[in-house]
């Protein structure tokens, strides 16, 4: 017989302008980390506003949130989670790269920049290549003013600058739904301001930018993927 799970403990819910968000967010927490089990089923939205001491309307709109996010399917017979692959198929893939280790984050950033890189040594017109350097060059400028919150906005529009030039509209929009996390990782190395680290990641920006200048995909691609283990270490 399975475990009774009580939502009133499981949940905290504080006074807030969105209550419907602070229970998406929760909740599909809980079912990531598997506190909500596969085929769970929710307590029915009257009983379940009364423990937690929320609006109908609230329980509703998160319930819809979470099953539109894939976290659950609802029918007449009431809420259930989903399977760990339904989810999975459904999940944004900002969430799942916002929820995976450092580790699986770095191997798909090796294997998706690698590839834009290559690809924008193929595609990339005049005018992004321009832009690249461009973006380049004020790096190098705050890199000697020391702005080094500054450089991380500029290494995140170099990165997806690459990745615009691939012009493949699903590497693009796999970079963009990555960013969040990847900037996240990638501001720990401005922080810690590692002179070494800054100067090698400048050099490899421009080696990047030359090869793709170049025409030479096989060299944007070795150098990308350089970078990357470089940045992830």
């Not at 659950?72 to 900002?94: F, M």
């Not at 590839?115 to 040594?121: E, H, Q, S, Y």
């Not at 615009?164 to 501001?187: F, G, K, Q, R, Y």
Request: charged share 25%; glycine share 2%.
């Amino acid at each position: 017989m399975a475990t009774a799970i009580s939502l009133q403990n499981l949940l905290n819910i504080q006074p807030q302008k969105n209550v419907s968000d602070v229970l998406y967010d929760q909740i599909s927490q809980l079912i990531r980390s598997g506190d909500l089990p596969e085929g769970y089923t929710f307590p029915n939205e009257i009983v379940l506003c009364e423990q937690l001491s929320v609006g109908r309307s609230s329980i509703r709109e998160a319930y819809k949130a979470l099953e539109l996010s894939g976290y659950v399917t609802r029918t007449k017979k009431g809420t259930v989670v989903n399977s760990t692959s339904k989810i999975i198929r459904a999940t944004p893939l900002k969430t799942v790269a916002r929820n995976s280790s450092a580790q699986d984050f770095a191997e798909f950033r090796l294997m998706l920049e690698s590839k834009t890189a290559a690809l924008a040594a193929r595609r990339a017109t005049l005018d992004e290549v321009e832009k690249l350097q461009s973006i380049q060059d004020s790096l190098a400028h705050e890199r000697k003013q020391e702005n080094y919150e500054l450089m991380n906005q500029l290494d995140r529009e170099f990165h997806l600058t690459i990745a615009s030039a691939s012009h493949n509209p699903l590497m693009v929009n796999s970079m963009e739904a990555i960013i969040d996390t990847w900037e996240t990782e990638t501001a720990k190395n401005f922080i810690k301001a590692d002179a070494s680290l800054l100067d090698k990641t400048l050099s490899t920006h421009q080696s990047i930018l030359v090869a793709i200048r170049e025409r030479n995909p096989e060299e944007a691609s070795r150098l990308m993927e350089q970078h990357v283990t470089e940045v992830s270490v």
